[in-house]
């Protein structure tokens, strides 16, 4: 896949906030994710979601997760066509579905508040980009802040 410029993001990384938020306002964790596909004729949502583990008693619906799951089958040549942005940085879960399905670049709202298997998809050729977004930085830790358990438990902390 060609370089997609940062400022191609926007769509994006737009969509993936509106669902972090959207599972802030239901009480869930406000993880929100995107995917998109580039190609000559342009960008194209393919599909989004968002972390649905408290909302739906999910042990692995995560944000990332979510968003493969509502783009449903798709060929492989289609994913190695996308973006997949995530508003917080992707948990090994996550790291390995993207890895799985070639996934080429991944773009990250924000790494602060947690640091996830980034060094492996970097490891694998994928591009990483990390956007420092305040404000998915600031929907993150006032989550942790709020529900330090149910942070830890999607996180796999005690």
């Not at 802030?24 to 995107?34: H, L, R, T």
């Not at 990483?128 to 802040?145: G, H, N, P, Q, Y």
Request: proline content about 4%; hydrophobic content about 35%; some cysteine.
């Amino acid at each position: 896949m060609a370089p997609i410029p940062v400022d191609r993001d926007a769509l994006g990384m737009q969509r993936a906030f509106e669902e972090a938020d959207a599972g802030a306002k239901e009480g869930g964790i406000p993880i929100g994710s995107a995917l998109v596909q580039h190609d000559d004729s342009g960008d194209h949502l393919i599909a989004s979601g968002r972390n649905l583990r408290i909302q739906k008693g999910s042990a692995t619906l995560h944000g990332e997760i979510c968003c493969l799951e509502t783009a449903g089958r798709l060929k492989a040549d289609v994913y190695r066509k996308c973006t997949i942005y995530t508003t917080l940085s992707p948990c090994i879960m996550c790291t390995g579905a993207i890895l799985l399905y070639k996934i080429p670049r991944v773009v990250i709202g924000e790494n602060v508040n947690f640091v996830g298997g980034e060094e492996l998809l970097k490891k694998n050729g994928v591009e990483v980009v990390v956007l420092d977004d305040s404000r998915c930085k600031e929907l993150m830790a006032k989550f942790i802040k709020e529900k330090p358990e149910e942070w830890n438990e999607d996180i796999g902390d005690e």
